[in-house]
């Protein structure tokens, strides 16, 4: 399988990349914690069909120090018992904020509330950024079909 457009040869993909990567830079600096950070990357790129994005933090979260048995529950995360409270938050604001689509309203009120309990502002802002940007990544990885499975940990850098 090939990808539809190479963005590793495009300068432009490199140009507009560069931007994409520098703003997501100061999330793993953040006081979210790096645990819920790969969470959420790995439950977006999930829900968005992103195979691409779905290896590539399946595989730094392994590297990271995350169990497989999480990892494996990440896509049964309200049936399963290995995530925190907080991680549930975080992991429920991730899908509202992928399908906002879904929800005429956006992201309903309860769900933000719920996710206020666990993680002060700042912490929500990284919340909401790594959000926003990996959702970003997963639309560009699907539309060029961006083959997935040959990503090896920090071969791109550190996040």
Same mark, same amino acid.
């Given at each position: 399988?090939?990808?539809?457009?190479?963005?590793?040869?495009?300068?432009?993909?490199?140009?507009?990349?560069?931007?994409?990567?520098?703003?997501?830079?100061?999330?793993?600096?953040?006081?979210?914690?790096?645990?819920?950070?790969?969470?959420?990357?790995?439950?977006?790129?999930?829900?968005?069909?992103?195979?691409?994005?779905?290896?590539?933090?399946?595989?730094?979260?392994?590297?990271?120090?995350?169990?497989?048995?999480?990892?494996?529950?990440?896509?049964?995360?309200?049936?399963?018992?290995?995530?925190?409270?907080?991680?549930?938050?975080?992991?429920?604001?991730?899908?509202?904020?992928?399908?906002?689509?879904?929800?005429?309203?956006?992201?309903?009120?309860?769900?933000?509330?719920?996710?206020?309990? !666990? !993680?002060?502002?700042?912490?929500?802002?990284?919340?909401?950024?790594?959000?926003?940007?990996?959702?970003?990544?997963?639309?560009?990885?699907?539309?060029?079909?961006?083959?997935?499975?040959? !990503?090896?940990?920090?071969?791109?850098?550190?996040?």
């Amino acid at each position: 399988m090939e990808a539809r457009l190479n963005l590793f040869a495009s300068p432009i993909a490199a140009k507009a990349g560069k931007h994409l990567v520098a703003a997501g830079q100061a999330i793993p600096e953040s006081v979210l914690p790096l645990t819920t950070q790969e969470l959420v990357r790995l439950r977006a790129s999930q829900i968005n069909g992103c195979g691409f994005c779905t290896d590539m933090h399946t595989k730094d979260a392994a590297a990271a120090g995350e169990t497989a048995q999480r990892l494996h529950l990440v896509a049964a995360w309200r049936e399963a018992k290995v995530f925190t409270d907080a991680e549930r938050a975080a992991l429920e604001l991730t899908e509202q904020g992928t399908r906002i689509a879904d929800a005429a309203g956006g992201v309903p009120d309860e769900v933000w509330a719920n996710a206020a309990k !666990y !993680y002060d502002e700042e912490q929500l802002t990284a919340l909401v950024l790594t959000i926003t940007l990996i959702n970003a990544f997963n639309r560009l990885n699907v539309m060029v079909q961006q083959p997935a499975g040959d !990503y090896e940990p920090g071969m791109f850098g550190s996040h």
